[in-house]
């Protein structure tokens, strides 16, 4: 076994009392003293700080000098409109494979002079070696080693960071600044993977130690760990890469066709043009077979990720399986996510989990489970 | 009180044991979500899984500790899974059994074994 990795923080989560896990190749908070339950209420109320420096941080910059050519570039590998992503501004974006499968999900920020990329740890070096070998005639990719990336979570995390820089106020979801914080420049997107309003702050490594300690020493902020980043991402109705959607799964069978624009769609300016288009297109306008739901159980057993789910009480034909599940704090009950029939994917529907040999009921569910908090 | 290996203590009422997971397990299992009781008058064999108890990291069984019958299950834990995490030890006993032979109480671990155990 390989030694894990360590993010900039690694002593500060030490010394919160963190227990620490393996996880995407590094050492990081599962949970501090205050626990899983308290951190995921306390984001969801207050702000929580995460270190995600675990995550892929990458520049892609066009070789023509015209960060357009670069957008048009990175196209190819995914079925978003990047060319359409304003200065400063973010989008959600996956890379996908031939079979119209999704190999990673990503953001994606135009921060003028180049794109700004954060991919999940565990693929991100599958991601780089994936743009090195399709952008590089057209682009320069650049991975970047020497910064940290905090996320600031929850409805107080606006007044906390404005403390230290007073450009964050302004922004709305999804816009993009550098801004000066304690001294050093950091790249603040205002977004997150809670469901929450809130920051992600790209720190160079020898600050990062210094601005999470500043923010921690606010009333309002309290470290949280990977276990409540779970929960609440769930309850938000957000995919885990790896569980809900992976190389087996096609955007329109994840319920993520909000996130392709229609200038890739058939009939759009730009339709087509990214690996698997010819399936993902055909799934737009005919269909999927499957689909991404959220499921509400209805009593209080979890039903936690691989549960088989079935249509009926007795019947033995297995429909899908849950992809994430657990119990959601803020909801007060167990929520999962799964996959199954599209003729059994409509809201209501009554579907069964087969837990510990039980079939216990579920209704298939909107998403979220918790109302988005954004700033819009 | 006596131990098991699988983190319950067990706590002789009369003829009756009483049955619950130890201090150290709560802490372990973190905030406990959701508890599934056998039925009462259940006939059980030594590690049995008797009691499913789910927190918000994972799902555990508890065994049943020796060979006998559960007599009475904790109903309150049903509605109220965080009492383990609050009073694992007193309040948020699991549930009560007759033992078929209640001389194997002699040989768990006392206290001081336990400690040592977890240590």
Redesign the interface.
């Given at each position: 076994m390989t030694d894990l990795l360590k993010t900039p923080l690694f002593d500060l989560h030490v010394s919160l009392g963190a227990k620490m896990v393996p996880f995407a190749g590094y050492d990081m908070p599962v949970?501090y003293p205050m626990?899983?339950?308290k951190e995921h209420n306390h984001t969801r109320e207050q702000s929580g700080l995460f270190d995600v420096s675990h995550m892929g941080q990458v520049i892609i910059r066009a070789k023509s000098g015209d960060t357009r050519d670069a957008a048009l570039a990175l196209e190819t590998l995914v079925p978003m409109s990047i060319a359409g992503v304003a200065i400063n501004r973010q989008r959600y974006a996956f890379f996908t494979n031939d079979t119209g499968g999704i190999l990673d999900d990503l953001m994606v920020a135009n921060r003028g002079d180049h794109l700004f990329l954060v991919v999940n740890a565990a693929c991100k070096d599958a991601d780089i070696a994936h743009m090195r070998a399709h952008l590089s005639d057209a682009c320069d990719i650049e991975v970047i080693e020497d910064r940290a990336l905090l996320a600031l979570q929850g409805p107080a995390s606006e007044i906390a960071l404005a403390r230290l820089s007073v450009d964050v106020a302004a922004m709305k979801f999804m816009d993009v600044v550098t801004t000066e914080i304690m001294g050093v420049a950091c790249w603040v997107s205002r977004s997150g993977y809670t469901g929450e309003d809130g920051y992600e702050i790209s720190v160079p490594n020898n600050k990062a130690v210094e601005l999470a300690e500043a923010l921690l020493g606010m009333e309002e902020v309290a470290p949280i760990g990977l276990?409540a980043r779970d929960?609440l991402r769930l309850e938000a109705g957000l995919c885990l890469y790896g569980n809900d959607i992976d190389t087996g799964t096609t955007p329109v069978e994840a319920a993520l066709t909000w996130a392709v624009q229609k200038v890739r769609r058939t009939g759009g300016e730009r339709a087509g043009g990214f690996p698997g288009a010819d399936v993902i297109l055909a799934q737009f306008d005919d269909g999927a077979a499957s689909k991404r739901v959220g499921i509400q159980p209805a009593g209080?057993?979890?039903m936690?990720g691989g549960t088989a789910l079935f249509a009926s009480e007795t019947s033995t034909d297995q429909i899908g399986e849950i992809t994430s599940g657990?119990?959601g704090?803020t909801v007060q009950a167990?929520v999962a996510m799964g996959y199954v029939p599209t003729e059994l994917a409509a809201i209501g529907t009554e579907i069964f989990a087969e837990v510990?040999g039980k079939r216990l009921p579920a209704t298939v569910a909107a998403m979220p489970f918790t109302p988005a908090n954004f700033k819009r | 009180m006596k131990f098991t290996e699988e983190h319950e203590w067990l706590r002789a009422e009369g003829d009756i044991v009483v049955v619950g997971i130890t201090t150290h397990a709560a802490e372990a299992l973190g905030e406990i979500v959701f508890v599934e009781l056998p039925d009462a008058d259940t006939e059980v064999a030594k590690d049995d899984e008797v009691v499913v108890i789910e927190s918000v990291k994972a799902a555990s069984d508890i065994l049943a500790p020796l060979d006998g019958e559960i007599v009475e299950v904790n109903e309150a834990l049903v509605e109220n899974p965080g009492m383990i995490n609050d009073d694992p030890q007193e309040g948020a006993w699991i549930f009560k059994m007759k033992l078929s032979d209640p001389s194997e109480m002699d040989a768990l671990m006392d206290e001081n074994a336990y400690k040592a155990h977890i240590a």
């Open positions: 949970q626990g899983v339950m276990g929960s209080r057993a979890p936690r657990g119990f704090p167990p510990r | -």
